[in-house]
């Protein structure tokens, strides 16, 4: 069974490990393993912040979550002879959570989903939720349920929030340049329209001390996915899916990290996803040359697992883009997706649950959110979709009315102090 | 079995029919027939150019395209008893094309997808594609294929395009006003930002001639999606399914039409769908005050159907929110699902299509495109998902590399007369 | 669209239509229609008993069931080209129930599921259930419901119970003599071990009078499955099936009928089924040689649709081989599953149901039927699985018991007359 | 995470381990382990051989396997509180091959599928396939392949063939009763129509010593399902399931073993499954007097999990109950599996599998055994659907006929001595 190439211990921080990870995209970054085409290999991985998310009922943790240290990658792994050119197959061949551990850290049998303030991280309605929220998940077996969101368990789709290979030093530039022509058009912004490199609380693996101040301002932040495939974000990848990545340095020098439990599409509420620590197993490839042959240059394919939950009956929701002031936008799809999000909380608060039960809800569970309409003038139509049967009540509409949950504990929150 | 309410006889036009439909959104339009909560009835379909678009191999009648006359609706139908803040209940039993007929109106045995000019209504990626493009699909029982896109055959997902409820005079106004005001913002652009009323080519069913004149420079277009559902190409609204609309009128006033042989998620071509007259039989109930009950007032909510064609195996593109100039934009999804798609024509002509060819089928087939990342500042993250089994040649990445696809009439093209 | 080739009138009796179908199998039968490869046609079917069951709540023509005259099929349609040692494909484009008509014929907007008493047919659970009942189903769209069994609707899955190609004289020779040899081992059994050929009510299309009574006394009762497909009673042969039948004749000559709305694996009530009489599209085409190209001499091989619907929770009983009596079987999956169906009934009564109203419906209900253990001397394990998705109460087992189901008027039943 | 309650080191045989096991059937066998309702918990499931067959390329293993001595079972568990009447709930959370062990024991990093000579065992097919033959699967993440068997990979669904509760002392006499009843028929039968009590190889947990002759001599042994569950070989157990046994003794007692990596339905090699030693991950619940309320004496009821593996398009074989021979039967499904199971195997030998390999093949992938018709006298029909993907060549007919498979060993064979 696949050797543990990238061990981690539950006990100790992120920098305190036998290998030494990272939290930044640069080309110089050196592989902690090499392997070859055909070898299989386990890989441990650190939830997003290192630990600093606790299983408790507070969210001051989210408040002033430390958003520069992430995320903490395992890697790179050096593929040997992949070169500039090839596309990097690898297969998920297992994942899940810190096996067999209980304990205070994200994947000892529990993870977290997160509402970020809105000045420290935002999120995809941060308007309606400028404060901090969290709800803590247990995990038996497969399942996930909540104190703080009752009357709902689903099947996870545990999938790796983040994976991609290293970016050349031609396309590092390009990165940056493109970033930050964006956040110099509005600087000041809160949040910010772009992260730039950040020097504090880079981790760089083994880069070597007399380039590290130099590679660390260079070095891309991992929040946003982008050529190399990295922070997708797409609940999809679950066991049994194959990616090609594209390489673009010597070795391809994969790195994975950011496991997550379970995610509805889309991530909604930033750290949406039911965030943990674990392992991942992977297997691994090339196809010679194969970023032209296939003319795939600058994104990440796949191919998704046969296992994912089935779920037979869903309840689904439309928006368009119209603001909620009532503004009319053209064809923006990310607006459409919003609203029919707050259409979708809008319903589930006549059950009886908060918004931000609702939100936190639909970030951490299996619910489909699909681009239906892009080009009927001027709205998007986007439709998200929630299986009926993660609720053990009725939430389907009928003549009798919603019925409202009960039990649960209050939503752990932390009031912006921004505000 | 279901009375034919609305009877469409394929030898005449939209406007000689027996019963007179209409094309623009008004709530003065009376209704065409009156049915019990608890009843079921068929509903013929126009496609919803009039028959315009040929059974042929030129793309002249797509870059002529009558824009002005869309979308032939059936109805409005009446449902005793509902009141606005009720919600009306549809359920699709049944959907086809014109059942039994061969000839030369779609949906008589085959359909059409379109890619418009850029000056005659555009599209997704009008700047890739400026000119005009034309496929036709040939139905066999539930499977389309064309002769201008060879390789190829697929489920339908059959559905109607658009349907809704009529909106109450204040609604109208609020449409009116908002996108106006958009319209204003660039009144010249090419493609336009919006469509406001227009009475060339207004059908309004029974309005009294006295009134024609000013409900035609009041009604709405059809094309966008809007709080009574109305346009919103939901591939997902196949037979089986249940939709509870908004009633903003008395009788709710609900049109059919746009029905679609098949589609994948966005439509992208803009007549992106399979595009074909035919029936739908539809069963109708109302929660009365439900619109309160369960929060909802400016969105259609469903639950899809259970027959939906099941693919087990898919490749997936993914796109981020960076131009093809490479402009990096702030969480634009539209833009993420535009690089999606543009990702996965050019991986689609490494066997052999055309990027035309493989737009085309990208908008016909039951592709999937879900909102992935949309938090991960500055990028969106947006996939496509292509069922593989829908090809007869190995799609999927291999040491071998792509076969190339034979056989097929090149795609029909109409130059734009504007470039 | 394809042109019918078979028309029924649903006015009249089969022997009374346009053109005359059979309910025999006898390679002499000559063709009512030549098609050719490549050809897609229509093919109107009627109900197995020809319309003698009725719309109403008494069993009594259920009781008194005229089985000497089924089943009605349509047909033989016979294929240019094809040739004995060829596969015949057949690709089920659509069926459905009698478009568009209500009225009293089976078929014309309901079915029905009978039990039959153990003296005319009887069934898989005789024994248990010597009696005759009905129930009757309302169609709505692909939803079946029953007022003679309250709580639940379900999606249908529909397709022919009995489609095949005819027989060559000595593989009608074959059958005759091995159902006679079963026969004669215990000819006075009731229900009978098999049927052999009867000139009573038999109906042999085409067949001048002249050969009339010869070719009646040896043509083949259709009840059995056999070599050419015939009555299979596959529920899986729905709507985009392909079959590839084994040639044994002379154009193949396929014969079609007895269509069902929906059944469980097994068709376990005998007349399990939903019965219907309607339509089927069929496309054909050969694969010339076929048979010995791929080793399928005696048996129909097919590829199911890909719309059949879609269930994601199931409840299920198993059963082995060991009798009521408690007397061990060796290896008998006969009586397995019949022991996991009693076990299905026993607990579906413990939510008010009576032993018949279960029966029925778990012959009708898209239940599925599994072989699980065929090797575990002496005990086969059979399991059925029930979609609990078709109830609309809770069916799990809770802590808080079985509610108890309401409504729904008592099954018709008529009395065995021999008990 | 789950407590170890039943840990096993696969350096040492069954018999050495901490905790003891047993391999019969016996309410007298004291359990390993006390739980309460609600708790989680691991067992180690040695596979059933004990390892006896190895990971090498002879069948003499397979044809000399130590037949007395299966199923090395773990447990029993008490589970505090259930008492007889009541219902037991078993979620299996997880389960899979040995974590993290490449080595010699099946289960670390592969599994076997034998077909066992008709003097040993015997199968399903033993007539056709007298000696005995073995073919090894490596795992890979999810999915098995076969040096053995080429042009195959399919992933897994992981079971445990054989689960169940303790029988009381009466349920014992009664099947000790049946069973000797039926070998009585045909004592010298080869192979035997069923296993008496075997004091050879009995292993019996914790039975004491004075008691263990006795004790040996009535219990039974694990090969047949019966009341309590047992050796099922249902392949739908899969993670997420949720199981109901009937409770007969205090505390329940339940015990688990032979884990399956995948299964056809039926198991139909006898030792048909991937067979593997590994863990099983249980959640244990009770539903007091559950056996009355509910109507469940005589089976496990269960509900299968959600993530079983995907596949959508299907080549399927029917088989009815007329014997090799011709010979017709009685309504007898065994036979018409197994005439739908040689059905297969022909048409797979025409792409180039031997018989043996295309036996083992179906033995193990996923493939859907069902009872098509039980009741169309005098011939049942099943039917067996093979998933086309996890073939990697075009397995379907078609007019160009069969490729032939190319590559794999030979599949080990050890003939019959006894022949």
Chains 1, 2, 3, 4 share one sequence.
Not at 23 to 29: L, Q, T
Not at 98 to 127: H, K, R, S, V
Not at 211 to 230: D, I, L, Q
Request: glycine share 12%; hydrophobic share 35%; aromatic share 10%.
């Amino acid at each position: 069974m696949p050797e543990v190439l990238f061990p981690l211990d539950s006990q100790k921080s992120f920098t305190e490990q036998e290998k030494l990870g990272h939290n930044r995209w640069h080309p110089e970054i050196p592989p902690v393993a090499t392997v070859k085409p055909g070898d299989s290999f386990r890989v441990e991985c650190r939830e997003w912040f290192d630990g600093a998310i606790r299983n408790d009922d507070s969210a001051e943790d989210i408040r002033d979550a430390p958003l520069n240290s992430v995320h903490t990658l395992s890697g790179p792994f050096s593929v040997k002879g992949a070169k500039p050119g090839d596309l990097l197959i690898v297969d998920i061949l297992d994942i899940g959570p810190i096996p067999q551990e209980e304990g205070p850290l994200a994947g000892q049998g529990w993870g977290y989903t997160g509402i970020f303030a809105q000045n420290n991280g935002g999120g995809f309605l941060t308007e309606q939720f400028p404060d901090a929220y969290k709800a803590i998940w247990d995990f038996s077996g497969q399942t996930a349920t909540s104190r703080h969101i009752p009357g709902v368990s689903f099947t996870g789709m545990v999938h790796p929030g983040l994976m991609g290979t290293a970016p050349s030093a031609d396309l590092l530039k390009t990165w940056n340049k493109r970033e930050g022509d964006l956040i110099a058009t509005d600087p000041q912004r809160v949040p910010p329209l772009a992260l730039p490199p950040e020097p504090d609380s880079a981790i760089l693996g083994g880069v070597p001390g007399g380039e590290f101040s130099r590679v660390s301002s260079e070095a891309a932040r991992t929040a946003p996915p982008r050529e190399n495939g990295g922070n997708q974000d797409i609940k999809n990848l679950t066991k049994g899916s194959r990616v090609f990545y594209p390489v673009f340095v010597e070795g391809g020098k994969l790195s994975v990290g950011d496991l997550h439990f379970s995610q509805g599409d889309g991530e909604i509420t930033f750290c949406g996803a039911i965030e943990m620590g674990g392992y991942i197993d992977l297997h691994v490839d090339i196809i010679p040359g194969g970023m032209e042959t296939y003319g795939v240059s600058e994104n990440a394919i796949f191919m998704p697992g046969r296992t994912d939950p089935q779920y037979s009956e869903w309840l689904a929701f439309s928006g368009t883009s119209v603001t909620l002031e009532g503004e009319q936008r053209y064809l923006d799809s990310q607006l459409a997706y919003q609203r029919a999000i707050l259409h979708a909380i809008d319903y589930l608060t006549t059950f009886g649950y908060t918004p931000e039960q609702a939100y936190l809800l639909l970030g951490a569970a299996p619910i489909e959110g699909r681009f239906s309409g892009v080009v009927d003038i001027p709205n998007s139509c986007a439709t998200v979709y929630i299986p009926t049967e993660i609720f053990d009540f009725e939430v389907r509409p009928t003549a009798d009315g919603p019925t409202q949950v009960s039990g649960g504990m209050p939503v752990p929150t932390a009031a912006n102090p921004a505000l």
